[in-house]
């Protein structure tokens, strides 16, 4: 009997594992929970959240300047006026309104 030998498949099963496991740690490293896109996505964020810092602290600090001007320990007058006309609806004599 003749027979024809096939070729040995263990090498090619070997190589094609081989291909498969550098093809997900690829795909892993590029689009993973901890891959370059993630990472990007994560910088782009934190610039974001830095620079919404950076304006929370001057809305505080301008608060807090208020605050101090209107203190028992420190009260600024024209402030004070302009607060009261404010929320009061107040106008002096001598002020024209115009709508």
Same mark, same amino acid.
């Given at each position: 009997? !003749?027979?024809?030998? %096939?070729?040995?498949?263990?090498?090619?099963?070997?190589?094609?594992?081989? =291909?498969?496991?550098?093809?997900?740690?690829?795909?892993? #490293?590029?689009?993973?929970?901890?891959? =370059?896109?993630?990472?990007?996505? =994560? !910088?782009?964020? #934190?610039?974001?959240?830095?620079?919404? %810092?950076? @304006?929370?602290? #001057?809305?505080?600090?301008?608060?807090? !300047?208020?605050? @101090?001007?209107?203190?028992?320990?420190?009260?600024?007058?024209?402030?004070?006026?302009?607060? #009261?006309?404010?929320? %009061?609806?107040?106008?002096?004599?001598?002020? %024209? =309104?115009?709508?």
């Amino acid at each position: 009997m !003749n027979r024809r030998s %096939l070729p040995p498949m263990g090498p090619l099963l070997y190589f094609l594992g081989a =291909v498969m496991l550098c093809l997900y740690f690829t795909f892993a #490293a590029v689009q993973g929970d901890y891959g =370059v896109f993630k990472r990007a996505e =994560v !910088n782009a964020e #934190a610039r974001a959240l830095r620079a919404e %810092l950076v @304006t929370l602290q #001057a809305d505080v600090a301008r608060m807090e !300047n208020l605050t @101090t001007r209107l203190s028992d320990t420190y009260l600024d007058l024209d402030l004070l006026d302009e607060q #009261a006309r404010d929320v %009061l609806g107040l106008i002096r004599a001598d002020e %024209l =309104v115009i709508r």
